[in-house]
Structures are given as structure tokens and as C-alpha cells.
């Protein structure tokens, strides 16, 4: 048997019901997607979605469609990911309550956030949501960096330079939110450093242990 989690629905707070088109409150269902910059989190998150009927919600995606938009805050944004820095809070918390209260489904996978305290601790206030689990993928900054510099998206972050950016602010703001879930026993930790293929057969695992089959 894999490991045994506790798999309670958290409410999530509409945070607009004046005009009552939206639902005042919607059970949902969060694990938190989390590993430094080219781990493997994007990738991953589409074979679990695939296999385990969760949403997909990379809040890097969110960030960079925001600034597509023409969005008041877009120059910010690019900004703030030009430079390798966190964007923040209530701007991506803003995207991700939206995404979550505009889709069918009541599980997501919420990929790249919490990326720091800040992040965490508003999340938690303005939500009310605490993740069923956390996955960390665990990769060395020799592999990120490698699989970063061929990812080919035409990003703005995937450059030498902004990439080591990333990686201090990993250490520094992220690595200290995984240890604070780890502290309260909520951390499923991968070795990212493998192929596609196997880092999936460890993913399976955790989720399997998980998903009631109705
Ligand atoms: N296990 C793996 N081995 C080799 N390359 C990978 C692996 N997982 C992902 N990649 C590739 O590395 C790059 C970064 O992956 P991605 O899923 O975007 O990571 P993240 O979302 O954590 O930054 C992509 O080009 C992806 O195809
Ligand atoms: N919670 C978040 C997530 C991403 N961002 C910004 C800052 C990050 O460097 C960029 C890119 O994030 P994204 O998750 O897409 O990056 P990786 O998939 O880890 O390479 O977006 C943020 O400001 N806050
Ligand atoms: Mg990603």
C-alpha cells in the first residue's frame, strides 16, 4: 500500500457572489505541484490529468496569459518574470480562484504556487484551502538547467542568466515552503531526475493511493 492521505474537500470562497452568477462556494479538491524551474512539473501535471481526471493549473501559464490579455498588470508581470522574481500574491491568487470557480471539475493539480510565504500563508487566508498533498519534484540544478536551455517555448525566463535568477530564488523563497509542508507530514517527494517515463511510474504510486474509484 502507498502512502495514506487524508483526502477531505476544503470550501473554496467564491469572493463575488453580489451579483449571484457566481457559486458562493465550491468544494474543491487541491494538491500542489512543486520543484525548482525545469523539473518536470508542466510535464508531469498532463500525464496525472490524463490518468486521474484533475485540472491543470500552472500558475506560470496563468501569469503569461495574463499578460497576453492586455491586462493592467501585464507590464508587471513580464517584469517581475524577465527578472526571475515572484510575482505578487494577490495577483496570481486572483487568476487561480477564478480558473478554479470557472471550471466543472472540483480537483486540481496547482502547479508552480505556493512559490513562496507570501504565496502560501494569502492562499491559505483568502481560500480557506489546504492541500490534500504536495508533490516535490527533487531534480539537481545541472539537470534543470540542461532540460531549461532545450525547452524551446520562446520564453522570456529560459535564458542563462534568468535561469540562475530562478534557481536562487528556488532555494531561498520556495525550498522553505516545501519544508513547511513537510513539517506537517503533507510532502510526496520524486526523484525528478529520471526519464519522462519512470518519474510517472513513482507519480502513479502516490496518486493510485489516493483516487477513490466511484
Ligand atoms: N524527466 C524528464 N527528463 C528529460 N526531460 C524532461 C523530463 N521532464 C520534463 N522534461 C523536459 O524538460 C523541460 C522542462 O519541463 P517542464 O515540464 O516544463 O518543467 P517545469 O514545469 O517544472 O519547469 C521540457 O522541455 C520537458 O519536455
Ligand atoms: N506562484 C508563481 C508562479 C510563477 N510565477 C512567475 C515567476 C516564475 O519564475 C515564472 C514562471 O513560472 P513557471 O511555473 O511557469 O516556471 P517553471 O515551469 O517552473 O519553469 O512565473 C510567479 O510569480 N508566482
Ligand atoms: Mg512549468
Redesign the pocket.
Known amino acids: 500500500m502507498g502512502t495514506v492521505v487524508d483526502a477531505a474537500s476544503f470550501e473554496l470562497a467564491s469572493g463575488n457572489d453580489a451579483n449571484g452568477s457566481l457559486p458562493t462556494e465550491k468544494k474543491v479538491k487541491v494538491v500542489f505541484v512543486l520543484?525548482?524551474?525545469?523539473?518536470g512539473?508542466?510535464t508531469q501535471c498532463a500525464n496525472i490529468v490524463e490518468h486521474f481526471g484533475y485540472t491543470h493549473l500552472?500558475?506560470?501559464?496563468l501569469?503569461?496569459a495574463e499578460i497576453k490579455s492586455g491586462s493592467e498588470n501585464g507590464t508587471m508581470?513580464q517584469n517581475?518574470?524577465t527578472e526571475?522574481?515572484?510575482?505578487p500574491?494577490e495577483v496570481?491568487i486572483k487568476l487561480l480562484q477564478r480558473a478554479m470557480q470557472e471550471s466543472e471539475n472540483d480537483k486540481f493539480l496547482i502547479?508552480?504556487?505556493?512559490?513562496?510565504e507570501e504565496?502560501r500563508a494569502a492562499f491559505e487566508r483568502v481560500t480557506k484551502i489546504v492541500p490534500e498533498f504536495v508533490l516535490f519534484f527533487d531534480c539537481a540544478d545541472e539537470e534543470m538547467e540542461r532540460r531549461?536551455l532545450n525547452?524551446n517555448q520562446g520564453?522570456v525566463?529560459?535564458n542563462i542568466e534568468?535561469i540562475r535568477k530562478?534557481f536562487k530564488?528556488f532555494v531561498e523563497s520556495s525550498l522553505p515552503v516545501i519544508e513547511y509542508y513537510g513539517s506537517h507530514g503533507k510532502v510526496r517527494k520524486i526523484d525528478a531526475g529520471r526519464s519522462v517515463e519512470e518519474v510517472f511510474e513513482a507519480v502513479k504510486i502516490i496518486f493510485s493511493s489516493v483516487t477513490v474509484v466511484a
Open positions: 520543484g525548482g524551474p525545469g523539473s512539473k508542466g500552472s500558475a506560470g501559464d501569469l503569461r508581470i517581475m518574470i526571475g522574481k515572484i510575482v500574491s496570481t502547479d508552480g504556487f505556493p512559490r513562496n504565496n531549461l525547452r520564453r525566463d529560459d534568468t530562478r530564488v
